[in-house]
């Protein structure tokens, strides 16, 4: 069973609305947890990275929150764009070198 | 440009043929990755290494033999390559400390 579950799959929101994104993870001893964003045909790219002790952190339009005693993180975005379209994943690292996990990701598609 | 850069960024080969993917990166990191990408877009670590030397090895046949010469480079060579390899293979980088981790742009494998 994989340690970082990511909801829903896949999405669709209209241009300028709001969306948000779930993630539950299991993995243990607790690094860090990540958000990366992957447009088609490209390498996901880094979003955010929260810490134990970080309950939220923006990047632009973009909101992550954690709740580290639930095992539970969202990624918000603020008033999509038509860019926004690409497939977010949460990736959550041990507190051992190396070891990241990672979810099957959500799929966002913004139309206009 | 700093960055992980991979070649080729597309490859189709016939069943049996072995061939190889390079990986560079200049950001100065001491770990590199490689990390396969399927169908579903589930990525998963395939080999770790650390300063040329194996630090991760995740249950990947043993057709698949990850080259570093040294710690700006990992390749990959994929001997008698089978249709299930079909997939994109996403090299990636990172200091130590796991914060900076960047992946390169992908290589889409396609056997047939």
């Known amino acids: 069973k994989n340690q970082v579950e990511q909801s829903p799959q896949s999405l669709i929101i209209l241009e300028g609305k709001n969306c948000t994104l779930q993630?539950?993870?299991?993995?243990?001893?607790?690094?860090?947890l990540r958000w990366y964003k992957q447009d088609t045909g490209r390498g996901p790219v880094s979003l955010t990275i929260m810490t134990f002790s970080e309950n939220t952190k923006s990047n632009g339009r973009y909101t992550a929150t954690l709740d580290a005693d639930t095992k539970q993180s969202s990624l918000h975005i603020t008033a999509s764009q038509l860019s926004d379209s690409a497939s977010y994943i949460c990736?959550?690292?041990?507190?051992?070198?190396?070891?990241?996990?990672f979810g099957a990701g959500t799929t966002v598609t913004v139309r206009a | 440009d700093t960055a992980v850069s991979q070649t080729p960024k597309y490859l189709v080969t016939q069943m049996g043929n072995d061939k190889s993917i390079k990986c560079e990166q200049n950001l100065g990191h001491d770990t590199m990755y490689w990390y396969k990408q399927d169908s579903k877009k589930f990525l998963k670590i395939m080999f770790s290494?650390?300063?040329?030397?194996?630090?991760i090895n995740e249950t990947v046949p043993n057709r698949f033999s990850p080259k570093s010469p040294d710690k700006a480079h990992l390749n990959l060579h994929i001997n008698s390559l089978e249709l299930g390899d079909s997939a994109v293979y996403f090299c990636?980088?990172?200091?130590?400390?796991?914060?900076?981790?960047?992946f390169g742009s992908g290589t889409r494998l396609t056997v047939v």
């Open positions: 990636a980088s990172s200091p130590r400390g796991e914060y900076g981790y960047t």
């Open positions: 290494y650390n300063n040329k030397e194996l630090i």
């Open positions: 990736v959550v690292s041990e507190s051992s070198d190396y070891k990241l996990s």
């Open positions: 993630c539950n993870y299991t993995v243990s001893p607790f690094s860090n």
